[in-house]
């Protein structure tokens, strides 16, 4: 009885060695979803959409391994808000809350460790250079930065504190650059060819586990993508695909670079958005993985599913005065 006991404790010890020395890109997706459009002066969006990310599969590197034991969920309701204060200038908001889950599944034993609260926010300024690449054309330029509205110290049921990846916070100020281009073709006025680019360079939580310094690693993510509008069910429906292109820097601890954190990733992402009415439209969207290249050892993503609602509310035409 003695032995089983002290082996059940050594393999729950492997357990958590191997969960604590394996990150992955998991999350509040903040850079994901933004970049709402910059409208004319005076209009209002709000768009409420729910996120699932699914993280079930296990990298070393390139490779897939055989290994399903560890399964990583995280639930986000994301609220944007856009305000255009000019026909060329925009202000953009997202406040979130998140519920992650991350359950190991070793050896006939479950370790299941979750937390749930607000999420970090941000805040995005836009300028629309309209087009400057040709007719029907936007270019805009954005600069931001990432608030650290959530909590970077909830514990597991142990009262242990979470590691940084799993806390609905983190504590740190990001600055974020944005970069988006648009142009309708003259063969085909319904179409839409676009492509965005957004850089985060994290800042440092110098409080992580009381006594150290935790920063995530910088991030740059591209899109590029073709959509088009065609009648249906007598709207407007939306169909559209993109490329999506991630790559992060390792996370540091103290300084130092952290090892299985970071990596590159190419997705791929079909969309699909509908008109209810003039002003609600409703859209949905899957991102699958194309490639992932790990630093070490990772879980990394099998699907995310986006879904939501966006409401545009657009200033009252002026009156002419014919007097």
Known sequence: ?????????????????????????GGIPLSNNIGMSVEEKGTLQLSLNYDH??????????????????LRITHSILLNASYAITNNLSVETLLTWVNQRRNIS?????????????GDGLVL???????????????????????????????????????ADLQPGSNAWDIVYFLSASKQPNFRPSMTISGRVIFRNTGTNDTYLNNSSYKFGNEIQAF???????SLFKTIATPSISLKYRDADLDQIDGFDLDNTGGNWL????????????????????ELPLYSNVDGTQLTPTYRLTSGFLFKLKPKPKLLNLK
């Open 224 to 230: 590029i993508g073709v959509a088009d509008q065609i």
């Open 106 to 118: 070793q050896f006939g034993n479950e370790n299941l460790d979750k937390t749930s609260g607000t």
């Open 125 to 163: 300024l836009k300028y629309n250079f309209k087009n400057t690449i040709g007719k029907h054309s936007n270019f805009e330029l954005g600069l931001g930065t990432k608030i650290p509205l959530g909590s970077s110290t909830e514990t597991n049921s142990q009262g242990i504190t979470l590691n």
């Open 1 to 25: 009885m003695i032995l089983q006991r002290f082996s059940l404790v050594i393999l729950m010890l492997c357990a958590f060695y191997l969960n604590a020395q394996t990150c992955c890109s």
């Open 267 to 286: 997705f791929i992402i079909p969309d699909f958005s509908l008109n209810i009415n003039s002003k609600l439209t409703f859209s949905t969207r899957i």
């Open 53 to 70: 990310n699914n993280l079930n599969t296990l990298n070393n590197g390139t490779e897939r391994l055989n290994d399903n034991s560890r």
